[in-house]
C-alpha cells in the first residue's frame, strides 16, 4: 500500500505542479480554455493557480500528515467536479483534461484515505478525535440526499433560491457553479460511508460552507426566511450531524 499511495502521489503531485505553473504565468493553454468556457481570465493566477499550488504542496505535507493528504486530494475532487460543470454549462462536451484530472484526484483520494487508516495516528490528534467513519450513518444519509434535491433545485435556481442569490449578492457567473459543490459534497458524504474520513471532512467543509453562508446574509442585511430558514437551519443541521455522527 505504501509504494501504490507513493506513486500515486507522486503522479498528482506532478499534474498539481504543472497546473500551478501553467495558471500562474498565464500560459495560453489556460487562457484559451478559460475564454472557451467564459471563466474570467483573472481567475487563472487566484483562485485556480493559488488552489493548484496549495494543492500540490498540501499532497507533499500529506506524505507525513496523511490527514493534510486526504485534504488535499479532497480539494482536487471538487476543483475538477467544478471543471466539468464549467464545461457543460457552455456546452462543452470536451471533458478529456477534466475527466482525467477529476480520475486521478478521486483515486489519490480513495489510496490515501486506506494509507492513512492504516498509520496508528494521522500525523497528529485527528484519529483521537474523528470517527473514521460515521456512527450513526443514517444522519449522513439524509444530510446527502438533502444536498442532492438542494442540487436539484439549483441547477435551474427556483424561485427562492434565484432570490436568495441575488439578495447576497453572488455574482450571476457563479450561479453555476453552486449545483456541483452540492453534488460534490453529496459524492464526499456518501463515500465517506466507507473512505476513512472522507464524510468527516466533508461534514466540515459543509459546516464552513453554510458559516459563509450566514455571514453573506448577514453582510448583505437579509434578515429574513433567508437567514433564518434556509442558510441558518441548514448550517444547524450540517453541525448537528458532524458532531453526532464524526466526533468521538
Not at 498539481?16 to 472557451?36: F, K, M, Q, S
Not at 486521478?104 to 467513519?133: C, H, N, P
Request: charged share 10%; proline share 5%.
Amino acid at each position: 500500500m505504501t509504494a501504490t499511495y507513493l506513486t500515486v502521489t507522486l503522479i498528482a503531485s506532478i499534474a498539481a505542479l504543472g497546473g500551478a505553473v501553467l495558471n500562474l504565468t498565464g500560459h495560453r493553454i489556460p487562457v484559451t480554455e478559460a475564454r472557451r468556457l467564459s471563466v474570467p481570465v483573472e481567475w487563472l493566477r487566484f483562485p485556480i493557480g493559488v488552489s493548484y499550488g496549495l494543492g500540490f504542496l498540501g499532497l507533499l505535507v500529506g506524505v507525513a500528515v496523511p490527514a493534510v493528504g486526504i485534504v488535499a486530494a479532497t480539494g482536487f475532487v471538487v476543483f475538477f467536479v467544478l471543471a466539468i460543470g464549467a464545461h457543460l454549462r457552455v456546452g462543452d462536451r470536451s471533458l478529456g483534461r477534466a475527466a482525467v484530472g477529476l480520475a486521478v484526484a478521486s483515486a489519490t483520494l480513495v489510496i490515501t484515505g486506506m494509507y492513512a487508516a492504516g498509520q496508528d495516528d494521522l500525523g497528529g490528534v485527528v484519529a483521537a478525535y474523528v470517527r473514521e467513519v460515521p456512527e450513526p450513518w443514517w444522519p449522513v444519509v439524509l444530510l446527502a440526499v438533502i444536498q442532492l434535491g438542494d442540487a436539484a433545485m439549483c441547477f435551474q435556481p427556483v424561485g427562492f433560491i434565484a432570490r436568495c442569490f441575488t439578495d447576497v449578492g453572488l455574482p450571476r457567473a457563479l450561479w453555476p457553479v453552486m449545483p456541483w459543490v452540492k453534488v460534490a459534497a453529496t459524492v464526499g458524504l456518501v463515500a465517506g460511508l466507507w473512505v476513512p474520513y472522507v464524510g468527516a471532512l466533508t461534514g466540515a467543509a459543509l459546516v464552513a460552507y453554510f458559516v459563509c453562508a450566514v455571514a453573506a446574509h448577514v453582510r448583505a442585511h437579509d434578515f429574513g426566511r433567508n437567514l433564518a430558514l434556509n442558510a441558518s437551519l441548514s448550517l444547524v443541521l450540517c453541525v448537528a450531524v458532524f458532531v453526532a455522527c464524526f466526533l468521538r
